[in-house]
């Protein structure tokens, strides 16, 4: 996982490098450029920010205007604590506000969780909240859409932009390869997103949504990378190949994919974990 946010900013205190590397410009973590034809000028739009990390209001390929809006961001990112390896939480009551950026990264609003509807860090590292407004209750009230979630596997090479709704930045990168296994202390997550090097994401960024140029749509969540060279601690996770061998990658960082969730949300983006094709681990 990215460190707790605090934890991020009293390491930088105590090196003395205060709070410079968290908010400089940078080319990996700088305003969108100019779109070629090919690609979407990716903003920070439906992005959100939460007390210790980042997040987005997503909707899935069908779901309704009317239906209650969402927020995605990570497992670890969860007020209550870390799920334990194994533990699935639905359904659990939650007040969770969030945040609501436009464009520009402007805050235009707040919004407030009715449900943690999902929330696991087994196979994957996610948290979904429900939301007490509709989505066009929202786009009414402020101007702002939701992120679509892509419903297929995403594909190494493309290029992506992490949107950090927490550090309102903008990290340009591309899909490097797929982890067969990523591990980092107690937890392992299944067929995780590598990022190539620029995308230098940092404590806070958690939760963010990892975001095709091509299509717009939201393809994994950012959760992690390997800060100290360790081999599968915390804050340094291992990739494992379906042979067992480990890989370590100093200074690159991953995201959890999201195209299997779309099939878990139904009639009024109501979770049903028993739904054809879905496949995220249940209680």
């Known amino acids: 996982m990215r460190k707790p946010l605090l934890a991020t900013l009293t390491a930088l205190v105590i090196s003395g490098a205060g709070m410079a590397p968290a908010v400089a410009a940078t080319d990996q973590a700088a305003p969108a450029k100019k779109a070629s034809p090919t690609l979407k000028a990716v903003s920070l739009a439906g992005t959100v920010a939460l007390s210790n990390c980042s997040g987005s209001v997503i909707r899935f390929p069908n779901s309704a205007d009317t239906d209650p809006g969402l927020v995605l961001s990570n497992g670890h990112c969860l007020e209550t604590g870390f799920p334990e390896p194994g533990e699935v939480i639905v359904n659990q009551a939650s007040s969770r506000s969030f945040g609501l950026l ?11 969780a009715s449900k943690v509807a999902y929330s696991t860090m087994t196979d994957t590292d996610v948290t979904i909240y429900q939301l007490t407004r509709s989505y066009a209750s929202i786009r009414n009230t402020y101007g702002i859409s939701p992120l679509t979630v892509q419903d297929t596997h995403p594909a190494a090479g ?10 309102k930045r903008l990290y340009n990168c591309n899909i490097d390869g797929f982890a067969y ?14 990022y190539t090097s620029a995308c230098q994401t940092i404590g806070g960024t958690s939760g963010s949504p990892v975001v095709d140029q091509a299509t717009g749509k939201v ?57 054809s094709g879905c496949v995220l681990p249940k209680p």
């Open 219 to 275: 393809v994994a969540v950012n959760n992690t990378g390997n800060e100290d060279g360790e081999t599968c601690t915390v804050n340094n996770p291992c990739e494992v190949d379906a042979n067992g061998n480990v890989t370590v990658r100093e200074g690159i960082n991953y995201a959890q994919e999201t195209y299997q969730i779309p099939a878990c949300f139904t009639t009024r983006n109501q979770l049903n974990l028993n739904a």
């Open 181 to 194: 296994r990523l591990k980092e202390g107690d937890w392992t997550w299944k067929d995780s997103v590598r």
């Open 102 to 112: 436009n464009s520009s990264g402007t805050r235009v609003g707040t919004l407030r």
């Open 158 to 167: 493309t290029a992506i932009t992490v949107a950090s709704g927490y550090w």
